[in-house]
């Protein structure tokens, strides 16, 4: 069974910096891309940032030059290192990985329990 585990949420005041990552306990048979979304009260969760097996990355506007996704495909582990945080990046943050758990399987997208970040003006 594959669970994601996400950590390194907190409270930072406005312009710091946090790091999140995520976990992966368990194993996929394959990966095809591990992403972080974001959500508030009341608001539909939004695509953060994703990184796909190819190492190709995708940012939403409104993050592009101050969040970066990486991941150790050693560890299983996705990362999002986030600066210059703002008040409005206050939410909660979630990782998901779309992938196969086996090979007879089909895609599918798992999700983290999530982690929440507090900005402080």
């Known amino acids: 069974q594959v669970q994601l585990v996400e950590s390194g949420g907190g409270l930072v005041q406005a312009g710091g910096s946090l790091r999140l990552s995520c976990a992966v306990s368990?194993?996929?048979?394959?990966?095809?891309?591990m992403s972080w979304y974001r959500q508030v009260p009341g608001k539909q969760r939004e695509l953060v940032a994703s990184?796909?097996?190819?190492?190709?990355?995708n940012y939403a506007d409104s993050v592009k030059g101050r969040f970066t996704i990486s991941r150790d495909d050693a560890k299983d582990t996705v990362f999002l290192q986030m600066s210059s945080l703002k008040p409005e990046d206050r939410a909660v943050y979630y990782c998901?990985?779309?992938?196969?758990?086996?090979?007879?399987?089909?895609?599918?997208?798992?999700w983290g329990q999530g982690t929440q970040v507090t900005v402080s003006s």
């Open positions: 368990g194993s996929f048979d394959s990966i095809i891309g």
């Open positions: 990184i796909r097996s190819s190492g190709t990355t």
């Open positions: 998901a990985v779309v992938g196969r758990v086996a090979a007879w399987d089909s895609v599918n997208t798992y």
